[in-house]
């Protein structure tokens, strides 16, 4: 079936800018994460949305990340104003639920370049 | 928070040899651990995990095992080919649904 998805796979803007990263879960998903991943890092977590409660945003590096989702479905990630250090891969995941049986998803991600 | 480390960042070794990756953590709340590997410019995918309630578990040439009193969980490449070469990173959390705390990744070459 058809795995995670994201969009776009490349963003290159200027800084000061606003981007949206946008993330399809696997289908019937219930849990999405956002994650950062810098050049030669390891993943940063961002942000968690579990079915309809509020999103656990605490991984949110500053007030110009915030992130979106419509139900169980699609999720959006917001950077305002970006930064140069802002550049790095955007990877989503999703999980059937949060249990402890659940294993995450990942989507390839959104390389995103700041100028 | 959790906090994980993992060691080494590194990691050469002759095809046929055997790789061992290393990761501690520091909440004693976490019960679920696994690991990842990421080929250069995929997405990361889930190569085995454990839950606090074993102590080993081994999937053909690659095992992982855990030491919850120390705070630390290894993985273990048997037999390793070229084609495990790849980042690989561990992370921990309450369980496998909720957020996962990563390690810095090991870059690992198997060298033919």
């Known amino acids: 079936g058809a795995g995670v998805s994201q969009s776009p796979s490349n963003k290159v803007t200027e800084k000061g800018k606003d981007v949206e990263l946008r993330c399809d879960p696997i289908?019937?998903?219930?849990?999405l994460y956002w994650y950062r991943q810098r050049l030669g890092q390891g993943l940063e977590f961002l942000i968690y949305?579990?079915?309809?409660?509020?999103?656990?945003k605490s991984g949110l590096p500053s007030d110009r990340f915030s992130a979106e989702r419509t139900g169980e479905s699609v999720s959006t990630l917001t950077i305002q104003r970006t930064q140069q250090e802002d550049s790095a891969v955007y990877l989503c995941?999703?999980?059937?639920?949060?249990?402890?049986?659940?294993?995450?998803?990942f989507g390839p991600g959104t390389r995103l370049t700041v100028l | 928070g959790e906090n994980v480390e993992q060691h080494p960042s590194t990691l050469s070794v002759q095809e046929g040899d055997s790789a061992v990756i290393k990761c501690t953590y520091s909440?004693?709340?976490?019960?679920?651990f696994p690991w990842y590997k990421q080929e250069l410019g995929k997405r990361p995918q889930l190569i085995i995990d454990?839950?606090?309630?074993?102590g080993e578990k081994k999937d053909q040439r690659i095992a992982v095992t855990l030491n919850k009193t120390a705070k630390h969980f290894s993985l273990h490449i048997t037999e390793t080919q070229p084609e495990d070469s790849a980042v690989y990173f561990c992370?921990?959390?309450?369980?496998?649904?909720?957020?996962?705390?990563f390690g810095g990744g090991t870059r690992l070459m198997v060298k033919p």
């Open positions: 454990i839950r606090s309630n074993v």
């Open positions: 289908s019937g998903h219930t849990a």
């Open positions: 909440d004693s709340a976490s019960n679920y």
């Open positions: 995941a999703s999980s059937l639920s949060a249990s402890a049986s659940n294993e995450q998803f």
């Open positions: 992370a921990a959390g309450p369980n496998a649904g909720n957020m996962l705390t």
């Open positions: 949305f579990q079915g309809n409660s509020a999103p656990d």
